[in-house]
């Protein structure tokens, strides 16, 4: 599924002396025998980067300030560094009989989005949904997003309007609340690895959501962080969120973890990086760590319910 | 203890619109009063590394690109970067009792050596062993050590040599070992915080590092990492390792925990980031992490008795 021979002949077009590999948990331990063929057919010194990676906004930047050239694998294109190159990855998985079981749930004009792993398959799933008489509905996401009806776990910006209901085809429960919470249609996720097909229910996760805010209405102190890694980093969306806030500090963090929280003595933090470390990490934070939308609620500039997923938006 | 009209004063004589602060774990929590200090003076964002922090090897280089100037709390000068301006931290505590105690165990000339901390005290620990009737040694490091008798835990260059003891004031145990690992004389370590001396013992130690030498004897796929901690570099350490163990690859790792070294299938890891990281946290690696002098030891390049910590020095 990676090409590596293809991975060699751009180092090599590139006269590469010092070549950085990263790739997200799942595909690390691929580095070694890829390292190993760049090494062997062009010469050059390979680094593996061996920190977490959850996207293509977390490029390895330190990596990429001790190589010639950085290979970034299993996401698309988000940041223009002539250095960097993606490599993506796809899976090959039938996503048929997901989508059969998703058609009695779906309306008539039916909205695609996915992520980049299934990315080469929507053409299929527009013809599975004509088969059945639907009209499917691609659209273009803004300058974050690589392809048409490509989602990240923050830019929902390639969901399409106008439909009545929207078709998720992938795993995971984060990409298809995070649509739901952005639309009044119903959106219905097919994961493609079980077949499985179902009405996206966000009623927990907003629960849980207006629970934190709850919590974080008495807040006094407020730690406001700025992520560190190279597509998350929002200092002005951080520096209007510690106006507001008052009594507030602006603190970065590369990997945001319990006990670095911990460090400070604040009642409660606003995260402008990744939308999902708030949001998946939760309960096993401390203290309420809001999204900036959830903050905006809770200083009464948005209404209670007006929640929804926070997203990095492009242009 | 920390001047913060003097930080204001050096920050407003930089015009810096955008200041960075790092302290070490145990001074994070003085963070958020000298952000607002500053804020409150100069108008200046101010924006708190939240990322742990270990040494002066440790500069939040993601942070520095960030902002005007960063002041990093706690350590003394290692890295020359005009943007980069070092606060060092004194404890101030009465070392008169320790030394006291000290006394009976050292020998007639003394070498003197402690951490940043104590440096200004060096001179009265002089003063307390030439009333003893002792000559007093104090050396200078190499080019990665601010003050005459300064140690790091990677820098033993401020030993002295020809004495017949050393005294190590300061607390902890990670440094008094390394100094006694790097000399034939006695080490005594005396602690301010509990006046009390003692005589450095290495045994322990000495059989945890050889069970891990001899755990990877057996080991056929070899990690190399780089530390990505901007002090903590060593690529061309990095590819001699590499070349000597064969098949090898090289990782880079900005935190080297126990959940990351389990992303990729080697049988062992050598270490060239902190030489601390091997020793301190060995317990919690599933697999052996050496250092490049016990990786030396293991493939025969010096031998058993020659065990000494990893220093990392300069010029």
Chains 1, 2 share one sequence.
């Not at 004509?130 to 974050?144: L, N, Q």
């Not at 990409?175 to 952005?182: D, T």
């Not at 996206?200 to 805010?213: F, G, P, S, T």
């Not at 939308?275 to 948005?302: H, N, Y």
């Amino acid at each position: 599924m990676i090409d590596v021979d293809e991975i060699i002949r751009i180092a090599d077009e590139r006269k590469a002396r010092v070549v950085g590999l990263q790739f997200p948990e799942g595909l690390k331990r691929r580095g070694p025998e890829i390292a190993k063929a760049v090494e062997d057919r062009i010469g050059a010194t390979v680094i593996i980067s061996g920190d977490p990676c959850y996207g293509a906004c977390d490029i390895d930047d330190g990596l990429l300030g001790m190589v010639d050239m950085l290979f970034h694998f299993g996401h698309s294109r988000l940041i223009d560094d002539d250095r960097v190159v993606f490599i993506e990855y796809y899976h090959e998985v039938d996503i048929d009989a997901a989508v059969r079981n998703a058609l009695p749930m779906l309306g008539q004009k039916v909205g695609i989005v996915s992520t980049v792993q299934h990315v080469p398959v929507i053409g299929r799933i527009e013809q599975l949904l004509i088969e059945a008489g639907r009209v499917p509905v691609v659209s273009r996401g803004d300058s974050r997003i690589a392809y048409p009806g490509q989602l990240l776990g923050c830019n929902f910006s390639a969901m399409p309007a106008g439909v009545d209901s929207i078709l998720y085809v992938g795993s995971g429960n984060f990409h298809p609340m995070g649509v739901q919470l952005s639309t009044n249609v119903p959106v219905i996720a097919a994961d493609p690895f079980t077949s499985e097909a179902r009405r996206v229910d966000v009623e927990k996760i907003m629960r849980q959501r207006y629970a934190a805010m709850t919590r974080a209405l008495d807040a006094k102190k407020w730690g406001v962080i700025v992520g560190m890694k190279p597509g998350q980093r929002r200092l002005d969306l951080a520096r209007r969120i510690k106006e507001t806030a008052g009594d507030a500090v602006i603190i970065s963090i590369r990997e945001i973890t319990p006990d670095r929280l911990l460090s400070f003595k604040v009642d409660a933090y606003v995260s402008t990086a990744c939308p999902r470390v708030a949001i998946d990490d939760a309960a096993r934070f401390s203290v309420p760590v809001l999204t900036p939308v959830e903050f905006d609620i809770v200083k009464g500039l948005r209404r209670w319910d007006e929640l929804a997923f926070d997203e990095i938006r492009g242009d």
